[in-house]
């Protein structure tokens, strides 16, 4: 059995190799438009969500409103998205995709599917199930988990 210094090179192996090379493997059709995989996720969120604020963004993905309005300036600035002013209350702005950040977003998205797609090909339908069970179970328990733990002991 492996010692606990073993699995923990391990993992900072997986990490340098896997882990990093998998992020740019998924992030390399959203740079060929000057996005980052981040703000093409925002682009995606504004496209299946019509009217969506920027609170909204910033609550479902547990980030400050600052840094989505980051995000959101590369995507105002490449002319895929626009703010359209709620009737209700002028003073609250939607985030509305243009007809461009559609195109852009459906193109990135093809190419994604296609890539995630050859893997699958690869590595097999059942053991890509199977990582990414173990990987989102990672996650929840660990990874979320610590934070969630982090948010309790600082109340």
């Keep these: 059995m492996a010692t606990e210094d073993q699995l923990l090179d391990k993992a900072i192996n997986i990490y340098l190799t896997g882990l990093k090379g ?3 493997f998924i992030s390399e059709p959203a740079s060929e438009y000057n996005l980052s995989f981040e703000q093409f996720l925002i682009l995606r969120m504004i496209i299946s969500h019509p009217n969506i604020k920027l609170m909204d963004i910033a609550e479902q993905r547990q980030v400050t409103r600052s840094a989505v309005s980051r995000q959101l300036k590369i995507l105002f600035r490449q002319a895929y998205v626009e703010q359209k002013a709620d009737p209700a209350d002028r003073r609250r702005m939607f985030l509305i995709a243009t007809a461009k950040g559609v195109a852009v977003e459906t193109k990135i998205w093809q190419k994604i599917t296609q890539r995630f797609s050859k893997w699958v090909q690869i590595y097999g339908k059942d053991r890509a199930d199977q990582f990414l069970t173990l ?21």
């Design 22 to 24: 998998l992020e740019s």
């Design 135 to 155: 990987f989102e179970d990672f996650n929840q328990q660990i990874i979320q988990g610590k934070i969630r733990k982090r948010e309790r002991d600082n109340d």
